[in-house]
């Protein structure tokens, strides 16, 4: 009987589904957008790749003249997050990811983390690599780390991670891997490429883009074959598309067409990564990876105009509380999304990502005090983000602009910004104001709204004018002061800054040449 009404229920379901597809009245009239009633794994396979300095109109399903097939085609088969937010820098951005918390709960809100400070994302923090490989993942990081390396304890491998090969600092030349600065009063340059604790020294002139994506590939091929019973976590946050501006000719000759010489280069740098997503994807469905695969694309922060990135048209670029330096591409792309070929609008945030694919993967955050919110049945079903509220940061360090407009609640020559619902406060200094066109496009960019000496307060209404051309703070001060309060409560729970000087000893001459840790 048991069998029996298993089967009854099974044909049900049958004639159901084909009157469902037969039906010229649903509201999901493509294949792409119906449910998917397959089982989910317990333990799913996770990649994730986090583009640098990515802007908003780089991507081509945003209208942008750069080339993205397989970003496209990824976004458009899966789920695009319309309304999803990183930081303005790079530090910042890569610590909320890994810990799920704001920088004021990090003591990280100042600037990023500077090859010669030292400063780290901090060791009480379990990463999302420790919580994932606690319940039996592999996990591997390949590409840019960012977040501290002055002493051994703050590097990949005791953050979670089984292996690491990539950069340590926040930028080398593609091809040398030397990253130089001045350290008072010498410019040095110095190899930064390592496999886990050691330096790499063969690699010379093998384009990063290409030489971080076959990596990953070989970690996916090794994996498969020396353990497929386990589920595997590979973090791949590419150099791409950061400065300096290089890339191999092949991957310029399609854009004879885009004059700027900055926007050329960089126009095949994003086709170069494009080309290293397709291959991993490759790689996955080569090994039958693929169908048990949460795929996640993001940016760390919006695109750096003065580099050949384009944000176009919202205003500001990286660095900025402007939507131009935070409003992020992202999208995930997965067979066991129940829904695909859709776009979220719900409120999200890269610090999301920690307590998301930590459930997903059947783990536990219980007493981790995060920031983040389990954000999957929103992107999975199409649910109401649980994510009303979005702390930007509140900069105390940062040079404070005007005047104090209130006494008894957030200073607002404070710079901060806060997103509750619709609603975006920003106080202080924001940085860049402009609204930018990509350099072929001719459009008015009413850059006299750009700037009001000693303003320090800006409110919108981010739903109808994600422009961000129309302040409304002088027409809504109710909503200015409650938001300022938010502001205020938010900055009552922050940590102290941590962002010690530099600090001479980690001089690389000292240290064989090598970018590396300093400090016992």
């Known amino acids: 009987m048991k ?21 010229s009245t649903l509201s999901l009239t493509t294949n792409d957008k119906r449910p998917n009633t397959r089982t989910k794994p317990s333990q799913p396979n996770i ?17 942008s003249e750069i080339k993205t097939p397989t970003l496209d085609r990824l ?42 400070q030292p ?20 996990t591997h990081a390949v590409g840019k780390w960012h977040l501290g390396f002055y002493k051994e304890a703050y590097m990949p491998l005791h953050r979670g991670f089984d292996s690491y090969y990539g950069y340590l600092t926040g930028s080398v030349d593609y091809l040398t891997y030397k990253r130089c600065t001045t350290i008072t009063p ?34 996916i091929t090794d994996h498969a074959k020396q353990s497929p019973d386990k589920p595997l976590f590979l973090y791949l946050p590419y150099q791409a598309v950061h400065s300096p501006l290089q890339v191999p000719q092949r991957y310029l000759d399609q854009y004879k067409n885009i004059k700027d010489h900055d926007r050329r280069i960089y126009a095949g740098m994003v086709s170069c990564m494009d080309e290293g997503v397709q ?7 080569k090994f039958d990876m693929w169908k048990n695969t949460v795929f996640i694309f993001s940016t760390d922060n ?7 990135g384009n944000n176009w048209p919202l205003r500001g670029w990286k ?10 591409v992202g999208f995930v792309n997965s067979p066991l999304l129940k829904y695909k070929g859709q776009v979220r609008r719900g409120l999200m945030h890269v610090s999301d990502w920690f307590p998301t694919l930590v459930h997903l993967a059947g783990g536990n955050t219980t007493g981790l005090k995060l920031d983040g919110h389990d954000i999957w049945r929103a992107i999975s079903e199409g649910g109401p983000s649980p994510r009303k509220e979005l702390l930007h940061n509140i900069d105390p360090m940062y040079q404070q602009a005007g005047e104090r407009l209130f006494n008894n609640t957030f200073d607002t020559r404070v710079r901060a910004a806060v997103r509750v619902n619709n609603w975006k406060l920003i106080t202080g200094d924001p940085g860049n104001s402009r609204w930018v066109p990509p350099p072929h496009v001719s459009a008015d960019t009413d850059d006299t709204l750009r700037f009001v000496p000693k303003k320090n307060v800006w409110l919108f209404d981010v739903a109808t004018d994600p422009w961000e051309r129309h302040d409304l703070s002088d027409k809504r001060p109710d909503i200015v002061k409650s938001l300022l309060e938010r502001l205020a409560f938010y900055n009552s729970t922050a940590v102290p800054v941590r962002y010690p000087p530099m600090d001479p000893n980690c001089d690389p001459s000292k240290h064989g040449g090598v970018w590396s840790p300093w400090q016992h």
């Open 75 to 116: 976004a458009a088969d899966g789920v695009k997050l319309d309304n999803y937010y990183v930081q303005p820098i790079c530090s910042p951005t890569r610590s909320q990811l890994l810990s799920g918390r704001y920088q004021i709960h990090t003591g990280l809100q100042h600037g990023i983390i500077w090859a010669e």
């Open 186 to 219: 010498k410019e040095v340059c110095a190899l930064d490429l390592h496999d886990g604790d050691k330096p790499v020294w063969n690699e010379t002139g093998v384009y990063s883009t290409q030489l971080f994506t076959s990596r990953a590939e070989k970690i």
């Open 3 to 23: 069998y029996n009404s298993v089967f009854l229920r099974s044909f049900k379901c049958f004639i159901v589904c084909g009157l469902l597809t037969l039906s």
């Open 119 to 138: 400063n780290g994302l901090p060791l009480e923090l379990p990463t999302i690599a420790d919580k994932l490989r606690e319940v039996g993942y592999a």
């Open 302 to 308: 919006g695109g750096q105009i003065l580099d050949g």
């Open 279 to 285: 291959n991993i994807t490759k790689t996955l469905e």
């Open 319 to 328: 660095g900025s509380l402007w939507e131009g330096g935070m409003r992020g």
């Open 47 to 63: 990649v994730f790749v986090l583009a640098d300095d990515y802007g908003w109109n780089d991507v081509g399903y945003h209208g």
